[in-house]
């Protein structure tokens, strides 16, 4: 029943910007961590970004200095903000949450269905 739904996906330039959303629903106790991930055509899928519940942050190399991840708790919402958008990061962009649902049990992870981001002129 817990349901993650991306949003802010789109076209844009090289060098623009987009900012991703992705709200958790459902039956939720708690969310740990939360991440996203991306796929590209013909590639693996990559981790793009993760964020304790505590706000510590990861980057992969190929986005850092460029990607900023977020939260919002009381939303049970995590953010992705692009900056310096390059045509390499076009995927479709999936988040995920590792969320516990009933109290004392342990965390399963959720995955949204994916929104696409294309970085073309």
């Known amino acids: 029943q817990v349901q993650l739904v991306e949003s802010g996906g789109g076209l844009v330039q090289p060098g623009g910007s987009l900012r991703l959303s992705c709200a958790a629903s459902g039956s939720i106790f708690s969310i740990n961590a939360m991440g996203w991930y991306r796929q590209a055509p013909g590639k693996q899928r990559e981790l793009v970004a993760t964020i304790t519940s505590g706000g510590s942050t990861n980057y992969a190399d190929s986005v850092k200095g460029r990607f900023t991840i977020s939260r919002d708790n009381a939303k049970n919402t995590v953010y992705l903000q692009m900056n310096s958008l390059k045509p390499e990061d076009t995927a479709v962009y999936y988040c995920?949450?590792?969320?516990?649902?009933?109290?004392?049990?342990?965390?399963?992870?959720?995955w949204g269905q994916g929104t696409q981001v294309t970085v073309s002129s």
């Open positions: 995920n949450g590792d969320i516990v649902v009933r109290r004392r049990s342990v965390p399963s992870r959720y």
